[in-house]
């Protein structure tokens, strides 16, 4: 953790965790240094990601108990609006109880907006003074959350570093994916940052890492002793990490081409698993020691060839109805003619000794038959079958959403007279097991990790480096040779070439077995 003060992250999480099954108990604000004054700014307070993730989750918080009693919030943005017009903006998003209102007018009491570029030091100073006012010469910590499109991330962070940083208190800055475009990009961003910040200042949030089944990824692997003897080569035959969504671009395709699949959720959700999935055990659970682990399995990853990859990209479907007749082409934002991927699937290998010639297949995708991110851990096949080849493999299934889950698929005697075998699992389903428990978005886990001072669910420079060394080839590769992706028809499970992929890599698709969540 860092140095800065501040209850140490155990206690802050511990606070939280207890909140989740009685927020009351925290009604009077977690004690932070006493009554420091806290001040969180969102910048972009007016654009989409202020308005449906960081303002209903600062609100969450809020509501909760969860944040020091002395926060203050400030909205910061181009946009010549009111608190009032901001907070109509964001109301519909924020999931106000008819219990919680005068709650709710507390929370808005406390929000400030202030509205100047994103270029001109005159209107950060304008805002520091603003942020001086409410301080009244107190050691206040500020927060200031980066809402806001990459193109404007460099000037911002200078005018953060030159006119707003805390005088006596400290300065924390997070940062929103993505993080460059490639490796160099991304290099030139980081030690731009470095020359601005030390790296514990710095939150380059993954929403990904904040939720429940990837956090619970460190318990699962180093809290049991079932899993240890059998997480390696010797018993693992394969790994697919999946994220799949039902729909396609809606109307935001110009976004999305810009930097497709692999930019949009491979290089840096799936990246970000795979690297939970297969670290060693680190020395502790500080979080640089879990980031020292991450960074030294990606290490071992080499950058992709394009024959380690299917490109997909979703045509439409005659048989369907509203958006699923069209194709991503026949997006009207989309460029005409476009060759970006919507669907993706890589195989990567780790090069140590624990991995050696297990294949890690990511798979994501948008327009398929299902929406899920799940974890699918594929066990060899048991030697010396004497079912007379009717067995078929055990997978441990890591369920990140939707329905948090974890279970082990297996045989069993199919119960009655005969002697025949069926699949079934061992079920562990959040929605049933843990039904009086309030489960936290990832934003609200992220957020009260910044609070807290507990970088562990945040990416490290290093980190992304490694992520973006694996990738950058490819990725240029792809962009030079306009590389033609297969299509697939909206609402399918995507090309026909990535399950034949996924089979040549040992991963064995057997269709015959549906999980049902066990509410």
């Known amino acids: 953790m860092s140095s800065a003060k501040g209850n140490s992250t155990a206690e802050c999480l ?111 100073e304008m805002l520091n003074q603003a942020l001086n006012l409410h301080e ?8 200031f959350y980066l809402a806001l499109p990459p193109s404007v991330f460099e000037n911002v962070t200078v005018l953060i570093k030159n006119a707003c940083m805390g005088e006596k208190g400290w300065t924390r800055v997070i940062i929103e994916k993505p993080f460059g475009h490639d490796a160099d990009s991304s290099l030139k961003l980081s030690n731009h940052l470095a020359s601005l910040f030390k790296e514990e200042q710095l939150y380059r949030i993954d929403h990904y890492l904040g939720k ?23 018993c693992i035959a394969s790994v697919l990490i999946s994220f799949k ?31 939970l999935v297969a670290m060693e055990k680190p020395a502790s659970v500080h979080p640089d020691d879990i980031r020292n682990e991450k960074v030294k399995v990606l290490r071992c990853i080499s950058p992709l060839k394009l024959s380690d990859v299917i490109l997909g990209q979703y ?16 997006d009207l934002t989309v460029p005409e003619g476009s060759n970006t991927a919507t669907y993706a699937l890589a195989v990567l290998t780790i090069n140590n000794e624990r991995w050696d010639g297990v294949p890690f297949i990511l798979r994501c995708g948008k327009a398929l038959n299902e929406r899920k991110a799940e974890v699918r851990i ?5 030697p010396g079958d004497i079912f007379s080849g009717k067995l078929k493999r055990n997978e441990l299934v890591i369920r990140v959403q939707p329905g948090e889950a974890l279970y082990i698929k297996m045989m069993t005697k199919t119960p009655g007279m005969t002697f025949e075998m069926e699949e079934t699992e061992l079920d562990l389903t959040y929605g049933s097991r843990y039904k ?30 490694e ?53």
């Open 378 to 382: 594929q066990y060899r096949d048991v």
């Open 245 to 275: 969504e039902p729909f396609g671009t809606m109307g935001r395709g110009g976004y999305f081409d810009q930097s497709g699949i692999i930019r949009d959720v491979m290089q840096n959700h799936l990246m970000q698993i795979l690297s």
């Open 14 to 124: 511990a606070l939280f965790r207890l909140s989740l099954r009685s927020p009351t108990m925290l009604s009077q604000g977690t004690n932070f240094e006493g009554n420091v004054p806290h001040i969180f700014v969102t910048l972009g307070a007016s654009g989409d990601l202020a308005t449906k993730k960081i303002y209903p989750t600062l609100w969450w918080l809020y509501r909760d108990g969860l944040l020091p009693s002395n926060t203050t919030f400030y909205g910061y943005a181009r946009s010549k609006l009111t608190t009032e017009e901001l907070r109509k903006k964001c109301h519909q998003y924020m999931k106000v109880k008819p219990e919680e209102e005068k709650r709710y007018e507390e929370f808005w009491k406390l929000n400030n907006y202030v509205a100047g570029s994103y270029n001109k030091r005159v209107d950060f």
């Open 136 to 143: 009244k010469g107190t050691a206040a910590n500020r927060l």
């Open 436 to 465: 009086e428990v309030k489960m936290p978005d990832a934003y609200e886990r992220l957020i009260l990790d910044v609070f807290c001072g507990s970088q562990m669910h945040f990416v490290r420079s290093d980190e992304l480096s």
């Open 212 to 234: 429940e089944m990837v956090q619970n990824l460190m318990t699962l692997r180093f809290g049991n002793r079932i899993f240890s003897p059998t997480w390696n080569r010797e």
């Open 467 to 519: 992520a973006w060394r694996i990738f950058t080839p490819l990725l240029h590769q792809i962009e030079a040779e306009k590389v033609k992706p297969v299509p697939y028809i909206y609402g399918s499970r995507g090309p026909k070439e990535a399950d034949e992929m996924c089979n040549k890599f040992d991963f064995k698709y057997y269709g015959s077995y549906k999980w049902v969540k066990n509410h």
């Open 315 to 330: 045509e439409g479907n005659p048989e369907g109805e509203g958006d699923a007749k069209l194709g991503y082409l026949d």
